[in-house]
């Protein structure tokens, strides 16, 4: 499974911004597909991820902010990210895995995109 992230870049406080992942080589209907960030200084940490079925969960720090969701026809995942903090600035990473716990619980997904870089300015 390849996936393919794009869609960074900077934007102001309260500014909004839409990445995507299109996921390649296995049927992408099977996977969750997660996102992660990673602040300068911090660890890696949870974003949000969507089932096979389409169930959404989101960590507290974006709950009401952001919004997945997946286009199983392009193979593609989107968060949708509104009213962007500076505390949001990140690299974004995009993850797969036939299972949802491994990706919200565990955070150790088969698969991960490259990042894309998100920096909001005050």
């Known amino acids: 499974v390849q996936l393919q992230a794009c869609g960074g870049g900077l934007v102001q406080a309260g500014g909004s911004l839409r990445l995507s992942c299109v996921v390649s080589?296995?049927?992408?209907?099977?996977?969750?597909l997660g996102w992660f960030r990673q602040a300068p200084g911090k660890e890696r940490e949870f974003v949000a991820v969507i089932t096979r079925n389409a169930d959404r969960f989101y960590a507290d720090s974006v709950k009401g902010r952001f919004f997945i969701s997946r286009d199983n026809a392009k193979s593609t995942v989107y968060p949708q990210m509104d009213s962007l903090k500076p505390d949001d600035t990140a690299v974004y990473y995009c993850?797969?895995?036939?299972?949802?716990?491994?990706?919200?619980?565990?955070?150790?997904?088969?698969?991960w995109g490259q990042g894309t870089q998100v920096t909001v300015s005050s």
């Open positions: 993850a797969a895995d036939p299972t949802v716990h491994t990706i919200m619980l565990r955070g150790t997904p088969g698969y």
């Open positions: 080589g296995r049927t992408f209907s099977d996977y969750a």
